[in-house]
């Protein structure tokens, strides 16, 4: 059975650094690509960007360039999400899921709560 | 970047009712349409993918139609376990994007 696991809630304060994971199995880590998507409270949906693990290669929304960093460990076929410097309006839930190019979000993470605050 | 435009934003229907939401892209993207269900404190889940296809396990109740810029998505006869915000996706071109939402609720 396909999974994506996510990592735990996390609760930071302004400008400390995370890395979120999804944990990847049951089918071709590299034969899919991995997308993430921001929920903040009460919202609606909002695409980050995606990555190839095959051979990383990413595509940002314009609106997260910058702000978040997307990386794979094929080794381990886990995805990452990560923030340098976390601001409080970073809070969200953030969900990764797997795509086909062109394709839908078939499979998705159960979502990781990340509270920022002082 | 391709605007999505859900409408409406919000539905109050009765069980058993036919129900109609549509989805308009700023651009022509071709059948390049997704539908997702999202409950209160869960995932999204995939209904309906390349504008008409019907994700395996989803009840034959949702169907899917349109291409080029205007889509919907249609319950023919709303359960209780549909009552759910509704979002459609492009997966046309980056950076793909999401309508704003439809949120069914019980009348």
């Known amino acids: 059975e396909v999974q994506l696991v996510q990592s735990g809630a996390e609760v930071k304060k302004p400008g400390e650094s995370l890395k979120i994971s999804c944990k990847t199995s049951?089918?071709?880590?590299?034969?899919?690509?991995i997308g993430w998507v921001r929920q903040m409270p009460g919202k609606g949906l909002e695409w980050l960007g995606i990555?190839?693990?095959?051979?990383?290669?990413?595509t940002y929304s314009p609106s997260f360039q910058g702000q978040v960093t997307i990386s794979v460990d094929k080794s381990i076929t886990t995805a990452y999400l990560q923030w340098s410097s976390l601001k409080a309006s970073d809070s969200a839930i953030y969900y990764c899921?797997?795509?086909?190019?062109?394709?839908?979000?078939?499979?998705w993470g159960q979502g990781t709560l990340v509270t920022v605050s002082s | 970047d391709i605007q999505m435009t859900q409408s409406p934003s919000s539905l109050s229907v009765y069980v058993g009712d036919r129900v109609t939401i549509t989805c308009r892209a700023s651009?022509?993207?071709?059948?390049?349409l997704n539908w997702y269900q999202q409950k209160s404190g869960k995932a999204p889940k995939l209904l309906i993918y390349?504008?008409?296809s019907l994700q395996s396990g989803v009840p034959s109740r949702f169907s899917g139609s349109g291409s080029g810029t205007d889509f919907t998505l249609t319950i023919s006869s709303l359960q209780p376990e549909d009552f759910a915000t509704y979002y459609c996706?492009?997966?046309?071109?980056?950076?793909?994007?999401f309508g704003g939402g439809t949120k069914m609720e019980i009348k």
């Open positions: 049951a089918y071709s880590f590299t034969g899919y690509w």
């Open positions: 390349a504008a008409t």
């Open positions: 996706q492009q997966s046309y071109s980056t950076p793909q994007t």
């Open positions: 651009q022509s993207i071709s059948s390049y």
């Open positions: 899921a797997r795509q086909m190019v062109g394709g839908p979000f078939d499979y």
């Open positions: 990555i190839y693990p095959g051979d990383s290669r990413t």
